[in-house]
């Protein structure tokens, strides 16, 4: 099955400085890449995806970079602010892996030094 | 939150007795998921249902079992729980296989 990686475990940055958090995926056919967001006694929230015909995707100051060939993905976010203090998990969604394939990362706890 | 509600949010519970987790969705979505989180393991998938009496396994399933009766209820039961469950569980919804999933906020569940 689908292995997903993710660096670094803890992530601390200045205020107004960029933050890049990085997953790694063992399956080749690995076609759907989405990243979430998880707040202090919440569930994880979706922020982006990016599908696997695709190399890069933004949105506003987040966006996600995809190398198929180096099998790893990122998430990249400009212009930190406090509220981007959270978890964010990175997960990796096998083709043909059927309603239960998608397997998340262990998770990066985002720290935004003001 | 998409129209996810988990309940209850919060619960206490002895070893060996029942439980069972509520999750109700308004988006008539056919794909409803059960994932337990703890520290350094990230989401692990519990069960998931493609459809009203559809339930598959996932990677934790074992002590587990779900069902689904309605489309907007997925029902997580424990039949006899033990303190390595004690974890927050997350319900999700999704329209499709390769479709974005839309979680609930989480039922923290405590087994002493």
């Known amino acids: 099955g689908e292995n997903v990686e993710q660096h670094p475990s803890t992530l601390s940055v200045q205020e107004g400085d960029s933050a890049v958090i990085k997953c790694t995926y063992s399956?080749?056919?690995?076609?759907?890449f989405p990243w979430y967001k998880q707040e202090l006694g919440k569930g994880p929230q979706l922020i982006i995806d990016?599908?696997?015909?695709?190399g890069e995707k933004k949105d506003q100051r987040i966006a996600v970079t995809l190398n198929k060939t180096a099998k790893h993905f990122s998430l990249h976010i400009t212009e930190t602010q406090p509220e981007d203090s959270a978890v964010y998990f990175c997960a990796a969604r096998e083709a043909g892996g059927g309603a239960d394939g998608l397997t998340f990362g262990k998770g990066t706890h985002l720290i935004i030094q003001p | 939150d998409a129209g996810i509600t988990q309940s209850p949010r919060h619960k206490v519970t002895e070893t060996g007795t029942p439980v069972t987790l509520r999750c109700h969705q308004t988006e008539n979505h056919r794909y409803m998921y059960w994932y337990r989180q703890d520290p350094g393991h990230g989401l692990r998938l519990i069960h998931y249902?493609?459809?009203?009496?559809?339930?598959d396994k996932g990677e934790v399933s074992d002590g587990y079992s779900v069902s689904r009766s309605k489309t907007e209820d997925f029902l997580l039961t424990l039949e006899s729980a033990t303190s390595s469950q004690t974890s927050v569980y997350f319900c999700a919804i999704g329209t499709g296989e390769v479709s974005p999933l839309h979680f609930g906020n989480g039922t923290r569940l405590t087994v002493t």
């Open positions: 399956d080749s056919a690995s076609n759907y």
């Open positions: 990016i599908r696997s015909n695709v």
């Open positions: 249902s493609y459809g009203v009496k559809d339930t």
